[in-house]
């Protein structure tokens, strides 16, 4: 059987190695600040976890498409038992109950979930090529990715919850679902976002029933988005206030960072900081001043692409995302080819997954995004995020090799 694969995608598998390097670097350089230079516990540990992740690779990597499809239900169904699991008996830090604990070890099922979204959704849009139309499959397979993420605001941590939807719809996307009906999801979203502005929220509405009767969808779906969109956006308020005090004050923030510059602005005005005193080729390994000194918080998770430009500079920061970027269009070029749906969707919803989450973190960094609390992939401090996404690298390159499988 292995004499018929192809290898595994040279440059895509060097990015994400390098991606992992340069974590460690950086981790090496935060935790050396954080404790004057002493024991380096979380380098140590995070060095652990890439070799438990390079294993989980591996063992990914060489899983036959065959044994993985099958049990993909399975995967779902487990994230769920695992997300709600961690609701009943999980640890709680800084008002949240995000982790399961087992003996020394901790592990936060939301990360977990991000891969059986993929492995799931992408099983179920497989079985129902022909169906991408009906809005019955549609609903269950927006019911995939709405399930995890409900759950996870619920422990709470809304950053997280955003993966799940926004790599749903990619994943509908790809495998052909009609713009129409793609428009109809994102509706919701639009009403909330321009519901500060009637004249706006009222021409956006316009706009969307105006291309959606050009599409010729249907009248009972047209007026039902139309409706969904106006509810949406009179529930806006009330979402607004249902939000946790630190949620609201980092969008205020974000807004206005100069209201509050050592309050709750303080994070990004450091972030900042450190990204641009790094210049082109960076202040040098461990003499960062920001990161060394500790003016800059988070800085082994949330912000340690800061610490990574303050040392390394525009070029080390042009360096990380050339990297994300490689594995990025490496698995959709091996998304597009792959022969298999399966295989193709597969592939499609972990670049999307890859490309959200560290874009996302990178517009945090930069001060182009509110904090969401999400890491960088492979490059933050956190075994469970690092464990995951190196597995989810070890199923993209097994569709490297298993792409003319059909």
């Not at 779902?76 to 038992?81: C, M, P, Q």
């Not at 990715?145 to 422990?155: N, T």
């Not at 950053?159 to 052909?176: D, R």
């Not at 956006?204 to 959606?212: G, Y």
Request: proline share 5%; with cysteine.
């Amino acid at each position: 059987m292995l004499g018929n694969l192809r290898p595994p995608d040279l440059l895509l598998t060097l990015a994400v190695l390098a991606l992992v390097g340069v974590g460690l670097l950086a981790i090496y350089s935060t935790s050396f600040s954080a404790t004057g230079g002493g024991e380096l516990a979380n380098f140590k540990r995070q060095v652990s976890w890439a070799g438990i992740g390079l294993g989980a690779l591996l063992i990914a990597m060489m899983l036959p498409t065959r044994a993985v499809e099958p049990l993909a239900f399975v995967f779902y169904g487990l994230s769920l038992f695992l997300l709600l699991l961690v609701l009943a008996i999980g640890r709680s830090e800084h008002g949240a109950t995000r982790w399961l604990v087992v003996g020394s070890m901790r592990f936060q099922p939301s990360e977990f979930a991000k891969a059986a979204l993929c492995i799931g959704l992408a099983r179920f849009l497989a079985d129902h090529p022909k169906d991408l139309a009906r809005p019955r499959v549609i609903l269950t397979a927006l019911l995939f990715a709405i399930v995890p993420m409900g759950l996870v605001v619920i422990q709470p941590d809304l950053g997280t919850s955003v993966i799940f939807p926004v790599v749903g719809f990619c994943m509908l996307a790809w495998a052909g679902v009609p713009a129409s009906y793609l428009l109809l999801i994102v509706m919701p979203i639009l009403a909330v976002v321009t519901s500060w502005s009637t004249h706006l929220h009222v021409a956006l509405l316009i706009l969307c029933v105006a291309i959606l009767w050009q599409q010729r969808l249907r009248f009972l779906p047209l007026v039902t988005g139309a409706g969904i969109y106006l509810a949406a956006g009179a529930a806006a308020p009330r979402i607004w206030m249902h939000l946790h005090d630190y949620q609201r004050k980092r969008i205020l923030t974000f807004l206005n960072p100069e209201a509050d510059p050592l309050g709750s602005a303080y994070q990004i005005i450091q972030s900042k900081i450190a990204i641009g005193s790094g210049g082109i080729t960076g202040k040098g390994f461990l003499k960062g001043t920001q990161t060394q000194l500790k003016f800059l918080p988070e800085q082994h998770t949330d912000f340690i692409f800061s610490a990574w430009g303050e040392e390394f500079g525009f070029l080390g920061a042009f360096l990380v995302v050339l990297l994300f970027s490689v594995i990025i269009f490496r698995g959709l070029q091996f998304a597009s080819r792959a022969h298999n749906p399966f295989n193709s969707l597969l592939a499609a919803g972990i670049s999307c997954t890859v490309a959200f989450q560290a874009l996302t973190n990178l517009f945090v960094a930069t001060g182009w995004l509110p904090v969401t609390g999400l890491p960088l992939p492979f490059i933050s401090y956190g075994g469970s995020s690092l464990f995951v996404y190196m597995g989810m690298m070890g199923l993209l390159l097994g569709v490297t090799m298993r792409w003319r499988e059909h």
